[in-house]
Every structure is written in structure tokens, then in C-alpha cells.
């Protein structure tokens, strides 16, 4: 045993002297005194000789220990002493390196807003698949095939033969897989991406951001719609904006409504909504006669184009720093 101790001691005296940064010293520490390590191992031996070997092992075992863990604290000392003067030597006067700082997307920015005010006003957020059955997209809001309405919606079909499943044109559907798994009351604002197969233009883009609003509960009228939209509209855009209700038509509601916000003396529109019709809400198994609701689906590049008064939607897809660098 004596002969491995001096073995030990001269292997790890020798690796100290190539050693120059504290990485490598903790690694040697563990090495020769961790759990496993070599003097740990040696110190545990010791249990197993004869018991006048015992006391002799033990106090020279013990006492490289105590030698070893001198020498690496004074090693670690010097290290960081070392490192401290040449940190000392740094020239702050030298001009610093450039890092451009990242920062949120315009539209991240503005879906966070208008998510934060939907929570204040008592909304919880879910989410729902972006590829969607057609049934959910169209038949289920009261959508048939050969609907005119469908046309206010040009698809992106997964499979064009076939056409029972898509990129979603809108997040209604998941008002319909809500109130398919869930009972009154409801309040739920559902973000996500849609798509439509169109040509773009300064307020069309194939690919927009939605969030969809729910609530249904006992006695809901078209004045908690109203009075919700005039409140959103009143911390998203300020309370001296300009916005106008006027009626529209969706076949999943009835009345239908469309909110407009005035955006450099024209009307904008920035979201359809309205009573959602009885039929969708017996559909869902409720009793039409007891529960009501209102549903809205906003556009959320177009209430970005009205905070931050950008005249084209493309510019928020086109990733141009010059722009993107501006919010
Ligand atoms: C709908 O998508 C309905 N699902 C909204 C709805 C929900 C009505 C619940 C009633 C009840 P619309 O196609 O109008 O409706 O789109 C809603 C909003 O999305 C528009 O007001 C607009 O802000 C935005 N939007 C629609 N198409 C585009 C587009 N191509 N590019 C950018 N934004 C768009």
C-alpha cells in the first residue's frame, strides 16, 4: 500500500504542474477524491486489512490526503489569482464589439397585447390544429358544399380529389371542437394561423393570424358583444380611436356584425362576429332556449397595421430588417 501512496502522490503532483485552468484542476480533484476516486478508494481498502496493518495505513493514507487537498487549494488560488490580473489588464477604453439586440416580431408583439387584454376581460386561451377536417371548417359552421359562402373562403385543400381536409381558412372551427367537448359557460380566445388560397393585396395576405372569441352562457345578448368589443377596442386602440359595428353576414351567426376601426380616414375592417346561431348551439348539445353566446374571429395583422399605422400588410412578411427593425 505504501508504494501505491507514493505512486499516487508523485502521478498527481506531476499532472498539477501541466495543469493551467480551474476546469482541469476540479477534474483532477474529482479524479483522486471524488466518490469514486483513486485516494477514495484506497481510504476505503484500508477497512479490510489486518488490524495492526490497520492503524499504520490509515494515518499515512490520511495524511497524503490532507497533503493532496493543501496542494490543490493552493493550485486553485493561483489559478484565479492568475485570472483576476488578466482580467485586470483588460483596456476598457477600447471600443466594444457590436451585438444587434433580437427582439419580437411586430405581429408576436401585437397577438401577446391583444391576448393579455382578452385574459383581463375574463377569456381563457386554447389552441386547435392548424390542418383541418372540412367538416369543421365549413359544415359544421353551417357551411354546405355548393355554399355561395364558401367562396368567401378560397382553400388550400391537402388533397384536392379528395377535399376533406385542409389548411383551416378561419379558427371558427374551434368553436365547434370547443363546444363539442365542453359545457357552458364558455369563455375562450383561440390564436392561431389561417390560410387562404388569394391573391395578396395592401390588406390581403395568404397566411393571417386570427383569434378567435367564445362565450356562451345563460342570457348572453348582443349588448355583451357589443359592450366586449367596445372595451377591446377601447385598450387596444385607445379611447379616442374611431370604430363602427355595422352588420355582415357569416352563416354560423345570426346577426352578424363586422367591427372597423378608422385607420387614416378610411374604415378598416379588423374582425366579423355576432350571436352564434341557435342550430350550432343545439348542434353542440346545449338547449338553444336557455344558452346564448356571441363569437367573433379578428384579424391580427390588421389591428398590427392599425397601432403601428403600417399601409401595407406585406411588409410584415416580406422580413426586412429595415422594417422589422422598427418595433
Ligand atoms: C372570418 O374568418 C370569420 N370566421 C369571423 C367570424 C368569427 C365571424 C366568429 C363571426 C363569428 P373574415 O373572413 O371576415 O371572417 O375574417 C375575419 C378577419 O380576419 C377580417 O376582419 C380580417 O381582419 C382578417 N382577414 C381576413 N382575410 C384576411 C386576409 N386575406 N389577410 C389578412 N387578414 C385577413
Not at 36 to 57: C, M, V
Not at 123 to 139: C, H, I, K, Q, R
Not at 297 to 313: L, P, Q, T
Request: charged share 25%; proline share 4%.
Amino acid at each position: 500500500m505504501q508504494n501505491n501512496l507514493a505512486d499516487l502522490e508523485k502521478n498527481t503532483l506531476d499532472k498539477l504542474t501541466s495543469i493551467n485552468n480551474t476546469q482541469e484542476l476540479s477534474e483532477l480533484r474529482t479524479q483522486l477524491l471524488g466518490r469514486n476516486g483513486e485516494l477514495t478508494q484506497i481510504l476505503r481498502s484500508i477497512g479490510d486489512l489486518d488490524a495492526n496493518e490497520r492503524k499504520l495505513a490509515g494515518q499515512v493514507s490520511n495524511a497524503l490526503k490532507k497533503k493532496l487537498e493543501q496542494v490543490l487549494d493552493q493550485k486553485n488560488t493561483d489559478l484565479v489569482s492568475a485570472q483576476l490580473a488578466n482580467l485586470e489588464s483588460l483596456d476598457v477604453s477600447l471600443p466594444g464589439k457590436y451585438k444587434p439586440i433580437g427582439r419580437l416580431h411586430p405581429i408576436t408583439q401585437t397577438l401577446r397585447h391583444i391576448l393579455d387584454v382578452l385574459r383581463r376581460l375574463g377569456f381563457t386561451v386554447v389552441e386547435g390544429p392548424e390542418v383541418e377536417l372540412s367538416a369543421y371548417n365549413f359544415d359544421k359552421l353551417r357551411i354546405p358544399e355548393n355554399h355561395p359562402a364558401r367562396d368567401m373562403w378560397d382553400t388550400f385543400w391537402i388533397d384536392k380529389e379528395d377535399e376533406s381536409m385542409l389548411l383551416r381558412t378561419h379558427t371558427s372551427p374551434m368553436q365547434i371542437r370547443y363546444m363539442e367537448t365542453h359545457e357552458p359557460p364558455i369563455r375562450v380566445a383561440v390564436p392561431g394561423r389561417c390560410y387562404r388560397y388569394e391573391a395578396t393585396d395592401m390588406t390581403h395576405e395568404w397566411m393571417l393570424q386570427q383569434v378567435e372569441l367564445l362565450a356562451i352562457d345563460k342570457g348572453i345578448s348582443l349588448a355583451d358583444l357589443k359592450g366586449t368589443l367596445h372595451e377591446f377596442a377601447r385598450q387596444i386602440f385607445g379611447s379616442d380611436s374611431e370604430v363602427m359595428l355595422r352588420n355582415s353576414y357569416f352563416p354560423f351567426v345570426e346577426p352578424g356584425v363586422e367591427l372597423a376601426v378608422k385607420f387614416r380616414g378610411k374604415w378598416l375592417e379588423i374582425m366579423g362576429a355576432g350571436m352564434v346561431h341557435p342550430e350550432i348551439i343545439e348542434n353542440a348539445g346545449y338547449d338553444s332556449s336557455v344558452y346564448t353566446g356571441f363569437a367573433a374571429g379578428m384579424g391580427i395583422e390588421r389591428i398590427a397595421m392599425a397601432v403601428y399605422e403600417v399601409d401595407d400588410i406585406r411588409h410584415f412578411y416580406t422580413n426586412d430588417l429595415r422594417f422589422l427593425s422598427q418595433f
